[in-house]
Structures are given as C-alpha cells and as structure tokens.
C-alpha cells in the first residue's frame, strides 16, 4: 500500500492573481448582501456619526479645566481619537463581520466548508465578510486626521505620509492579530464572545493618550496587551514626537504578532473536531 | 481491476468528551472541575473503496459514520491508523486533494443567504480557479441535471429546502470533484426532492464514474444508490459487502399475504401454527424461513381456498434497523 503525500504541482506559492480575484468577489458579495438592508446601512451610518460626535464632546469635557493631559493639548489628542476612529471603522468593517463569525463557524461546525476550500483558510475567514457602513467611519477618522494635520500645523511631505501609513498599518495588524488568537482559542473553549468583548473595551481606552495613565497601566498597555502601539505611536508619528525605535519597535511587535496568530491558527486546526452533525 | 481510490488501514480516533451530573449540584462541579474521558469512538477500522463506487455508512446515531467521512476528506486528524484519498493524506489537505473532494452536509450549508444562489457559485468558481466560461458551462450543465435553472437568480433565503439542497449540491459540485462525501444529503426533503435528489447522484456517478461515499438515515437512500453498505456499530465495522447479501444473510424469512375465501378459512389457518405477523379479517400475514416457502405454499394451497397470495420482502427499514444495534452482522 502506498501512502504518503503526493506533490504533483502544487507549490504552495499565493498565487495572487486569484487571491485578488476571490477578495473582489467576497468585497462585491458582502455590500450585494448589505445593500439587500437598506435600513439597517442607514441605522449603521447615523450611529457611526453620532458615535465620533459623543467621543469629541467626551474629550472636550476631560480638557474644560486644563490645557493639556499627560502633555497632550486638546489638538493633539483629537489625533488620537482620529486614529481611533479610522480603526475602531476597519474593526467594524472587516474584524467584526469576520472575527466575531469565527465562533459561529466553530460551534456550528460550518468550518469544515472553510476547511475544504483550495484556499487558505486564514484568509478565508477573516476577510469574506464586510460592513460598509464600517467605510463611513474610516472617512470620518480621515477627515478628523487632515483636520488636526490642518490645525496643528504639521509639515506633510513623503517620508511623513510613508511613516504615518506604516505605523497605522502595524497597529491594524496588531489589533487583528490579537484579535485572531483570541477567537482561535474557540477551537477549545467553544464560546469566547466576551474575551473580543474585553479587548474591543481595551481599545476604547486607545482613545486617551498613554501618557495620561498611571506608570504601572502604561507598562500593562504596552507590553501584555499593546494599546500603545495601536493609537499612541501612529498619533506621536502625526505629531512628529515619534521617536525612530519606538517606530520600529512598532513595526517588529506588529510582525511578531501577526506570526504568533498565524502559526497559533494552524496549530490549533489540528484540534478541531468539527460539531457532531 | 479498478484501482482504490479509498485506503484505510487501523484506523481509530479518539475524542476526549466531558461528561456533566444533573442539577445544579452537577453544574456547578461541571464548571469548577471538569471531568473529561477519552472514548476511542472509531476502533481500529479498515477498508477499501474503488474508483466509482457508490459506499454507503450504515449505522445508529453515534455509531461514527460522520466521524468516518470527516476524517477522509481531512477535517480532523485521525488518532491512529493510515489513511490515504486518492493518494493523498487528507487531513494535510493540500490544494490538489481539495480539488479532487466535496463534502455535502444535509444540515449545514455554504450558500450566501441573502444573494441568489448564482453567486455563490461564481465565488466557488473562483476559489476553484476556474475560467468563467467554463464555470457558466458547468452552472447550466448541473443546473439542467438538477432542474434548478429558475431559481439560480432567486435569493437563498426564499428557497424552499428542497431547491436550497440542490443549489448546495450544485456549489458542491462546481468543481467537478472525484471523491463525493454526502452525509445525510436528503435529510428533512419531501418524498420527491429526495427522489430527485437520488436519480441525480446516481447520473452524476454515471458520467463522471466519481467516488461516493454515503451516510444516510433514510433507507432508500441506501437501497437505490448503493451497491455495497459498510456497517458501523460503536466505531467498529460489523459488515462489509454487498447490500444485497446483506439482507439475505439477516433476513432469511419472507412474508406470505395470504387473503382466505371465507373467515373459516381464516380462522383454520391461524390455528395451523404459523408465525401470524398481523390479521386483517380474511386477510393474513405469516412469516415463513425461506427454505420453508415451497412446502408451507403446497400445504396452504392444498388445504384451502383462497383468493389471492403475495410473497413480500420484510420492509428493509425494518432490517436495516435491526442490524444497526447488534455487534455483528
């Protein structure tokens, strides 16, 4: 009996013009499929708006009595709340139609039709779902951006624009890595809603600068579950105060992240035993 | 001779399950102190299946039948044992084992729910690397066998079961897959969407010469796709054969319909001693061995006058679900 694992052709390589493919059919099936709601988009943007508006009043309550916090004035810190608010928009126009539906999968055993597709499964399920109303918060996080850029008089030029788009790009990955472990711990744990529901509260708390914690939370945002990273340095790149190691420390712990939840997901696929049918 | 597309050779697997005492006493320890047990729920199994075979899974709820199928097209590591589909080890589910399998789940489903089914196929084909012209030829071609061209364009949430189960098969099937793996494919369909569902398979396997394997509560399932059944019983296999052989071997009686002139008659043949299975005025069912029929026949015949005479074969439902609770067949 021969048994063992043939290699014909395939060489593993991305190939990318299909990845490319199947991503702008999951885009054009996810907003066919919202669009079916016209309501609940509506619903979806006026609470996207009404959102950022509480957050700046918020803000402006904690700067009535003083210039600044932590070192930060109230200008700078709107940067923060636009950072926040351009992630807190992709978390809920990829992270949260896909992530959340990753406990669904493995409870309902509708993995296993993820599983058998000649597609990798990590990009399957973290990016086949998508809420446009999430867009509408991206563009309003911009728009704050190029407001504060305007009223804190910052010098754009592309060595700025390359620096400010690397380190929002590391703090997407690292929220979406984080994000991934922990719904790949459904794999043992079956229900883990309420672990993406404490990190989603730790990510409001992104919306303040770290400077205006006490030293012992900072360490505890820093280094076990890396708030700072997300909102903090992408805003000090903004303002010009990033200084070059934080930035790189930011891109490695992004890159790290990003292997553990990878190598965790493949690992923990081999546990899954699929719901009892 | 065709060649096995299917090896399995001391296969087991194991599930560690936790187990909870009633009440709130037995909630409470559940949740501090969980007792887990290792149950070997399939045991040492092997078998083979050829190229274009149509295999059938018999056995009881949690006999393993499922566990069996999801470990040959790769979705949970087997314990023990070896393995092999068409070559490959399928739980490594590399691209070109994946392109060569389906599964089709009766109680799960794959299709985008607010969108025609037209476009979950056209996503299929993609992550199947297909050609566009290719995967409109294949759509009209399955959509034609399954005669569900109408409803291609309508949104899947306004499907009846029956034409969603169709559209599961066709999105299963886009890629034209060797190895189909079908568990409970008519599960809650009406006497003719299941009808339709079979003759489909059963021209499928024709023209691809595909490989089926088929787990299936409902007996016709097993009798009109499947040549030959494998018997699961506790995770161990009690029979592998031909089905027909099958039902000779358990049931070796048939039922005689014996429908008397006269309730005298009637009435003298309970008496002769025969196993009566059911009495119905003039009309009388006995069951007889089947070595016995020619003599039990000339006896009746000899001693009465009667109307009419039927020879039946007991309902396979009944059989079937006899040897699914015994140890060996």
Redo the contacts between chains.
Sequence with gaps: ??????K???N?IM?LK?YI??YS??L??SV??EL??KTNIMIDFITAILSLIGSIFLLSIFFQNTDNIGGWKFEQALIIQGIYTILNGITNTWFNPNLTEIVKHIR???L??V?????DSQFFISLKKLAPSGFLEIVLGVTLLFYCIGINQINMNLGFYILCFTTLFCSIVILYSLWFLISTTTIWFVKTWNATEVLRSFLYIGRFPLNSFSFSLRIFFSIFIPIAFITTIPSEVFLGLAKFWEILLEVVVSGIFFIISRRFWLFAL?Y???A?? | MKENIIKVENLSKSFDISSKDPGLKGTIKHFFKRETKNIKVIKNITFNIKKGEIVGFLGANGAGKTTILKMLCGLIYPSEGKLAVAGYLPYKRKTNFLNNITLIMGQKQQLIWDLPPIESFYLNAAIYDLEKFEAKRRIRKLAEMLEIDKELYIPVRKLSLGQRMKAELLAALIHKPNILFLDEPTLGLDINAQRNLRKFLQTYNKETNATICLTSHYMKDITSLCKRVICIHKGCITYDGKLEKLLKRISPVKDLLIICKTDKDAKELCNLGFAIKNKNQKEITITIKNDAINFTLKEILNKFDIEDLYINEPPIDEIIGNILVKEKV
């Design positions: 009996m021969v048994y063992g694992n043939k014909i052709y395939g593993g190939n299909k493919k199947i059919l999951f054009y099936t066919a499929s079916e709601y309902e055993g509708t296993d039709f599983l058998l597709k000649p597609v081999k899954y035993t699929s009892s049918s």
